[in-house]
């Protein structure tokens, strides 16, 4: 098995870990409702997606 023969410095280490930051999900405003969401996902504020209604929200659940 391979053994690298000096340690890497700091400034080497750290530029290969420079790509390794999470990024934030990138949230739009939902149109019919102004209830952050992600792009091309149904807005749990109001369940429409595009315009149509997948889903209603005015049902009781028991």
Same mark, same amino acid.
């Given at each position: 098995?391979?053994?690298?023969?000096?340690?890497?410095?700091?400034?080497?280490?750290?530029?290969?870990?420079?790509?390794?930051?999470?990024?934030?999900?990138?949230?739009? @405003? $939902?149109?019919? =409702? #102004?209830?952050?969401?992600?792009?091309?996902? @149904? $807005?749990?504020? =109001? #369940?429409?997606?595009?315009?149509?209604?997948?889903?209603?929200?005015?049902?009781?659940?028991?």
């Amino acid at each position: 098995m391979a053994l690298p023969k000096r340690r890497h410095s700091y400034s080497r280490t750290h530029k290969r870990r420079a790509h390794d930051a999470l990024t934030p999900p990138s949230l739009t @405003l $939902c149109p019919e =409702c #102004g209830e952050p969401k992600e792009p091309h996902r @149904l $807005c749990a504020g =109001c #369940g429409k997606y595009r315009g149509r209604t997948v889903f209603s929200l005015d049902v009781d659940v028991k």
